[in-house]
């Protein structure tokens, strides 16, 4: 298990892209409602690529799904996702503004939507289960959910310092990192679906 696993969920789940969206949601609350919020969110992105990392490809065998069609469609949505960072969208973020205006008066929003879809959407999900097939070891698997622990980090670190990070960077530093992010992720996504096609049409190798 090399690093692109990693690689690639922090250009997906990208923390800094939603920073804006955290201070939005977390506007009026308290220290102890804002740290709340961050430990909530943050373990549960944890737990999200955890379970997609275990329990993945049982679910995909339940329903009857080849690995090789999953890949194509996961690559299909990390290339959608990827497109819309490099027009400096967060790859997640699919909430209409009504969506925006309740989870705002909600007394909870770490997991929804803060977590899912903003965080771990399909496309992070698909991911996690596409390299949990290459896992062939217990260390290799154990290596997958330990990149789920950076990730949480990750995403803590982000959310504690939001609004340091979005003075520092501004709009405009952050739109530059998620275009970044999206052309790494655009290069990932067109390998992995190559991958695929090639298992579905061994005559492309």
Same mark, same amino acid.
């Given at each position: 298990?090399?690093?692109?696993?990693?690689?690639?969920?922090? %250009?997906?789940?990208?923390?800094?892209?939603?920073?804006?969206?955290?201070?939005?949601?977390?506007?009026?609350?308290?220290?102890?409602?804002?740290?709340?919020?961050?430990?909530?969110?943050?373990?549960?992105?944890?737990?999200?690529?955890?379970?997609?990392?275990?329990?993945?490809?049982?679910?995909? +065998?339940?329903?009857?799904?080849?690995?090789?069609?999953?890949?194509?469609?996961?690559?299909?949505?990390?290339?959608?996702?990827?497109?819309?960072?490099?027009?400096?969208?967060?790859?997640?973020?699919?909430?209409?503004?009504? +969506?925006?205006?309740?989870?705002?008066?909600?007394?909870?929003? %770490?997991?929804?939507? $803060?977590?899912?879809?903003?965080?771990?959407?399909?496309?992070?999900?698909?991911?996690?289960?596409?390299?949990?097939?290459?896992?062939?070891?217990?260390?290799?698997?154990?290596?997958?959910?330990?990149?789920?622990v950076v990730i949480a980090l990750a995403t803590a670190v982000c959310f504690a310092a939001a609004k340091p990070i979005a003075r520092f960077l501004g709009q405009t530093g952050i739109n530059?990192?998620?275009?970044?992010?999206?052309?790494?992720?655009? %290069?990932?996504?067109?390998?992995?679906?190559?991958?695929? $096609?090639?298992?579905?049409?061994?005559?492309? %190798?």
């Amino acid at each position: 298990m090399n690093f692109k696993p990693l690689i690639t969920l922090l %250009a997906l789940v990208n923390p800094l892209a939603i920073v804006p969206f955290f201070i939005h949601y977390t506007q009026g609350f308290s220290a102890a409602q804002r740290k709340r919020t961050i430990l909530i969110s943050s373990f549960s992105a944890f737990v999200v690529i955890a379970t997609c990392a275990l329990m993945g490809l049982q679910v995909l +065998e339940f329903f009857g799904i080849s690995l090789a069609s999953f890949q194509v469609g996961g690559g299909m949505l990390l290339l959608t996702s990827a497109l819309s960072m490099l027009n400096a969208q967060p790859a997640e973020a699919k909430t209409t503004q009504g +969506e925006v205006d309740d989870a705002s008066a909600r007394a909870s929003i %770490a997991v929804v939507p $803060l977590t899912i879809p903003l965080l771990t959407g399909p496309a992070t999900m698909s991911t996690v289960v596409i390299y949990a097939d290459q896992a062939k070891t217990f260390f290799q698997h154990a290596a997958l959910v330990g990149y789920g622990v950076v990730i949480a980090l990750a995403t803590a670190v982000c959310f504690a310092a939001a609004k340091p990070i979005a003075r520092f960077l501004g709009q405009t530093g952050i739109n530059v990192m998620t275009r970044l992010m999206g052309l790494i992720l655009a %290069a990932l996504a067109v390998e992995v679906m190559a991958a695929g $096609l090639v298992k579905l049409f061994p005559a492309l %190798a």
